[in-house]
């Protein structure tokens, strides 16, 4: 039985290497890794990404389909939904690196399955819901940036994180991962990411007025 890792990056300078130097540090012993590259996740269904489609006829019964978190998945609530019970009607098993979760369609216990399909649910929510929250941040930091724009054409210290690891740290935050683990993946310093943090708008805004590219919806 194989063991698939699927990642998704929805930015051209992301990479899927933080995704699965996670899955390894857990433990995981991965088979084959397929991934989407800038791809959005609450933009584009998974069974309309290229590798994502793929997946649903390289998976047989028996199987394991890992990811990160089930934002990877995607961040619209139906969608990310009814891709996992679609996938436990098929006999494979969802695995998730953050917190060791396992999805499995095997059980036909009504109670377990009633939990089960309440997590499935409550995860699937709390994706999109993370997604609207980064996407407001983005408004923020783009209408800052234009009333900064508006003031003076200083644009201040160059920001010490790309756009890519911008997004990673947003990833990470939402998960709740800790200041330490992000460093130590994205390789930016505790105090760049408290920044992000503390003021998404704001490293928004620096990132915009440097680059003069909003972030896409991921």
Known sequence: MATIFYARVSTVD????????????????IDRVVADHGV???STLFADRPN???LFDMLRAGDTLLVRWVDRLGRNYSDVRDTIQEFMRRGVLIRTVINGLT??????????QAV??????????????????IKEAQRGGIALAKAKQGET?????????????FATVCDMLSQSAGIG?????????????????DDPA??????????????TAR
Do not use: C
């Open 40 to 42: 959005s996740g609450v």
């Open 181 to 197: 683990s992000i460093a130590k993946v994205t390789g930016l310093s505790r105090q760049a990411i408290y920044r992000i943090k």
């Open 103 to 112: 999805f499995d369609g095997a059980t036909k216990d009504p109670m377990q």
């Open 116 to 133: 089960r399909d309440a997590l499935i649910g409550f995860l699937a929510a709390a994706a999109q819901a993370n997604a609207e929250a």
């Open 153 to 165: 054409k200083y644009r201040g210290r160059k920001p010490s994180y790309t756009r890519g690891e």
């Open 14 to 29: 992301q990479n899927i290497e933080h995704q699965q130097m996670q899955a390894a540090a857990a433990g995981f012993k």
């Open 202 to 215: 704001g490293a928004e805004a620096v990132l915009i007025s440097w680059s003069d590219q909003p972030a």
């Open 52 to 54: 994502g489609r793929r």
